[in-house]
């Protein structure tokens, strides 16, 4: 059974109210995605090990040693195939079910967004920006319309609310209440692993509808937050939900690859599950643009999903699911990477590469709520996160 209910969303004047029907279709997927991503996913593990695996010792000299030898293993095997599929169908079902209740919405969201009061902060678009071919060409994470679409015309930003609810579906609620937990999880250990940087200003890439970039204004309070994001109906819906919640947050529609701020501006650029949807070169050029614009004595951190080297070669295959089935054409390519290459190719040096183990912020305050598995279907279920990034000397 789900452990904490998809309605308990914090709510706020962005969100769609969903019907008991539509709550109830929205918790059916929820729970369903618990169930194939904790006993499903399990009981194929034990026979992975206890069977499968060590018939492919006997029969190579060696236990499956990456993610193509454990896919020959796994591939054709009914059970695997069988999650596969449930795997996949739930993850249309719950855009489906986020969809409905927000197409039904779709005219007071947007009237909210007019009326929500406003503060200091602002709001830039730029018509003219293209949308990245990486993103353009997929759905990525099979969202219909991707990031970008406008069902409802010019105007419309239901998008991003489509998003907002559908986020917190696929994560089972342990995002946080506010889908927040990778910032909120990042800022904290910055907070504590080091006490003594103050950032004035800070960026964050890929922002979508602002999750993870709120919690920065709470645990920098004195910092000036931007965010910024290729998609118009996520920064728009972001915008309004940063005012409906009383942020101060300053969003403008840019490229990560290609910033407009000026060289040294920052003091902290982050991002939170977006390199990933982006292509090799992308990767590089993010990376360049964020040594441009941070001061000396700052950094870059990206929080991400686990690289396969820090992973068994199992635990690997099943994350990898995404690339083959999620709409994630950039995925595998990225959990290969090797951040001390990437920072020396970007002008901050293999030296000043790092990576860490972020624990989950106080969003998962129990062992209860994860699985001890960070694979597909059961994302941030394990309780921490990857970071990789660099110091700019």
């Not at 010019?154 to 559908?166: I, N, W």
């Not at 917190?168 to 990778?182: P, T, V």
């Not at 602002?210 to 000036?224: I, M, R």
């Not at 040096?349 to 209860?368: K, M, T, Y």
Request: charged share 25%; hydrophobic share 40%.
């Amino acid at each position: 059974m789900l452990t904490g209910p998809t309605n308990a969303q914090a709510d706020h004047a962005m969100l769609p109210r969903a019907t008991l029907e539509e709550e109830a279709r929205q918790e059916f997927v929820a729970s369903l995605k618990f169930h194939v991503a904790t006993e499903l996913a399990g009981t194929m593990k034990d026979v992975y090990l206890s069977r499968l695996a060590p018939e492919y010792e006997r029969q190579h000299g060696h236990a499956p040693r990456d993610v193509r030898e454990v896919a020959a293993v796994m591939k054709d095997q009914p059970a695997y195939r069988y999650w596969s599929a449930l795997q996949r169908a739930s993850q249309e079902m719950m855009w489906h079910a986020a969809q409905v209740p927000v197409e039904r919405e779709a005219e007071r969201i947007n009237a909210n967004a007019r009326a929500v009061p406003e503060t200091r902060g602002t709001l830039r678009l730029d018509a003219a920006l293209e949308m990245p071919r990486y993103l353009a060409a997929v759905d990525i994470h099979c969202m219909p319309g991707n990031y970008h679409a406008r069902a409802g015309g010019e105007s419309d930003l239901s998008q991003g609310a489509v998003y907002d609810r559908g986020v917190y579906i696929y994560a089972m609620g342990r995002l946080g209440r506010r889908n927040e937990d990778l910032g909120a999880s990042l800022a904290r250990h910055l907070r504590g692993a080091h006490p003594d940087f103050r950032p004035r200003r800070i960026l964050d890439l890929g922002c979508t509808v602002g999750h993870s970039t709120l919690p920065y204004c709470e645990a920098f309070p004195d910092a000036e937050i931007h965010a910024v994001d290729v998609a118009a109906p996520m920064l728009e819906y972001a915008h309004a939900r940063a005012r409906a919640l009383g942020k101060v947050v300053h969003f403008s529609q840019q490229n990560a690859e290609s910033l407009d701020f000026p060289d040294g501006h920052f003091d902290l650029v982050v991002s939170h599950i977006l390199v990933h949807e982006t292509s090799h070169k992308a990767i590089r050029n993010i990376m360049r643009e964020a040594h441009r614009v941070l001061r000396p004595g700052g950094l870059v951190a990206h929080a991400e999903t686990t690289l396969y080297r820090h992973m068994k070669p199992y635990d690997a295959f099943m994350l990898d699911w995404d690339a083959r089935n999620n709409n994630e054409p950039y995925w595998t390519a990225f959990h290969h990477l090797e951040p001390e290459g990437l920072a020396e190719e970007t002008g901050f040096g293999r030296e000043n590469a790092f990576e860490w183990s972020v624990p989950s912020s106080a969003a998962l305050p129990d062992a209860d709520r994860t699985s001890g598995r960070f694979q597909a279907g059961d994302f941030g279920g394990s309780g921490y996160w990857y970071v990789f990034g660099a110091f700019r000397r």
